[in-house]
Each structure stands twice: as C-alpha cells, then as structure tokens.
C-alpha cells in the first residue's frame, strides 16, 4: 500500500496478507495507526482483502482448458489428411473447412469420419487460388480478371467491393456446407477480410445457432484468443504478379521452441489457439510434427491442460 497526498493506491498479493495478519512488527504498526486516528484506512485493507481473496482462490482452482483449431481444411488434400493426423496422433480438436476450396468435399468426408473433431465453417473472400462459390458474374466486386478472389486486402480495398456482395457469397458458401450434409458448431473465416465480413459471419452465426469462433480481440462466448507467432505464411510473387503460396523453409528451432513456451505459459480459463498443418509443404509439416509430439502432450499432461473443442463452448 503506497500513499501520495490524500491518494492511495493498493495491490493485495498473499505476501501482504501474510504480512498484515502475522509479522509482529505488522501489528505493532497497525496500533500504532489506531492511535493516530487512521481506523478508516485498517478498514479500506480489510474489505480489499475480502473482496480479493476469493478471486485469489478462483483464479488457483480455475483450469485451462485449450480449443488447438487448424484452420483450411479443403485447400489441399495434404492438409486435409496433416488435420486428421493432427487430430488422431496429436492435439488438434477442432478444424475449419473451407467451402471455397478445390478439396471441400474430401474434407467433409473425413469430418464425418471423425466426428469427435469439432467442424467449423471457414468463410474465404480472398487469398490465393480460391474462386467463389457463385459465379464470378454475380459477385462482380470480389473477383479478380480471371474470376479469382482478390489475392490479399490490399487489392480487394481497391476494387471497392459491394456489401451486397459479400452477403451472397458468404451465404452462398454457408448453403454448400449445409447441403454437403457437414455437421459444423462454429464459423470464422479466412485471413484478414473488412470488418463488414465478420459482421455477416456473426449475423448467420446467430441464424445457424452455432458459435463465433473469430473473436480474436478479447473474450467472446467464455473462450480467449492465443495469439500465435511461431508460423509465418510464406508467400511467393509470381512474375505475372500473382501471389502464390511457397512453403519451402522449414520452421527455425526458435520457433518450434516458442510454440512449446505458448504452451508452457498458457493461464487459466478457455482458450482457442488457431494453426495451419500440412505434409507437404516444409513449414506447415513441421507444424504438423509439433501438433503430434511427445513434447507437447507432456507439456499437456504437466500443466493438467483439458484438450476441448467448440462443441464444448456455449453458443
């Protein structure tokens, strides 16, 4: 407890209550207080200390409970089958499938081979070698040329996109998931779209009575967000401009040892950590490798870790 003027200011740990209810010198000191008429203050500690110790004791007992989503099932067949591994052999619990991909229909075949994997849809209006799910002429405004999405923000900002636009082909990608006969309990979406596309997500989030799964700036339906920073999404410009995804580094010792400190250093309550496996590429089959190693499930195990997935988060 520290004063400045007539202001003062407060941080409770269990060392203070320690001090206040047992050290000699402590008591001495709060006769002391009597005797000069600070009664008032001795009361302000004593309502702290009930109003801190049970969220002491709260934050102690609370777990952590950890949702491990790979994300873009469907892109490719190699990281269709890296989810599934990751998901039998290692951490993963969750996985988002992407409707406007070439490999959709193999991934909702494998979710519906493995339906303790919670599915999610994952909404894409833009990145590299994606079409829409309608035709380019009736989304005109999120096409490129040749009928592609818009490779990155940057060039989908400058072609001025129609709201109206968005709403179609996400709903329209919503439609296929639906009629594919996937049993999906959340959606969130790819990259980094205009603010308007989570606005939409969320809006048929409510529809479909299924979880927002994007909420990346705080907490949102009880999970929190763990912000990753071991991957890297290596990208390659083509000579015609094109931007064409290459992964053919390997992730650096460093960064397998952060992903095993994101772990190490987890805090208690319900917390959702987004990866990107494959087999192919060099980088993401070593994401693949840290996903299924014996490192990690110790890790798991040490920290009494509780593997969930967005079948577990409330809606």
Sequence with gaps: MNSGGNMWYFSI?????YIIFFRKECVISLVQSLKT???????????????????????????????VRADDMGYHNDINNAIIKAHKDGIVTSASIMPASLFFVEGVKLCKENPKLAAGVH??????GFRPVLSPEEIPTLVDARGYFFDNREELDKANPDPADFEKEIRAQVDKAVRSGLHFVYMDYHMNPPGIVADIVRKICLEQKV?????VSGSQNGYTWVYNDFESWPLQTLPDGAIAYYDIVPLPDEKKQMFYDLL?????????????PGLAGKERS???????????RDIIRKKNIQLISYSDIPK
């Design 211 to 215: 979880v927002y799964g994007q909420n």
């Design 13 to 17: 740990t269990i060392q203070d209550i």
């Design 123 to 128: 909404i894409a209006v833009m990145g590299t």
């Design 37 to 67: 008429g600070v009664i008032v203050k001795i009361r302000i500690i004593l309502l702290l200390l009930i109003l801190v110790l049970p969220n002491l004791f709260l934050q102690a007992q609370q777990p952590i409970k950890l949702i």
């Design 286 to 296: 070593d994401v693949t490798a840290l996903l299924c190693s014996q490192k990690a």
């Design 264 to 276: 190490e250093n987890l805090k208690p309550g319900t917390l959702i950590l987004a990866v990107h």
